[in-house]
Nanobody, 125 residues
């Protein structure tokens, strides 16, 4: 089983950048697809990005495509989410998630079995 801890959130002005990090523990990390989801106040949690176990395949929500980049370093057990050109509508709690022992990417939160506590991202206009 993988345990996840997110960091890197904060307050940024519109047009700015942030980089979120997800530190994972557990021997199955390199075999697990990883994802980022976000939940804004009063809204359901939504998919942001996913990366396969080997890092060769990625998926993005249309709302972040071209602005966000997901990557992973299996040697450091870390997944990153680089967020550029941030907009106020990107404001949310961002959660890292793992598909333990499943290699391929998915967009549904139901396909992820392990979640971090989340990190707050606030984008001011």
């Amino acid at each position: 089983q993988v345990q996840l801890v997110e960091s890197g959130g904060g307050l940024v002005q519109a047009g700015g950048s942030l980089r979120l990090s997800c530190a994972a523990s557990g021997r199955t990390f390199s075999n697990s697809a990883m994802g980022w989801f976000r939940q804004a106040p009063g809204k359901e949690r939504e998919f942001v990005a996913s990366i396969s176990g080997g890092g060769m395949s990625t998926l993005y929500a249309d709302s972040v495509k071209g602005r966000f980049t997901i990557s992973r370093d299996n040697a450091k057990n870390t997944v990153l989410l680089q967020m550029n050109s941030l907009k106020p509508e990107d404001t949310a709690v961002y959660h890292c998630a793992a598909r333990s022992l499943y290699y391929s990417t998915r967009t549904s939160e139901k396909d992820y079995d392990t979640w971090g506590q989340g990190t707050q991202v606030t984008v001011s206009s």
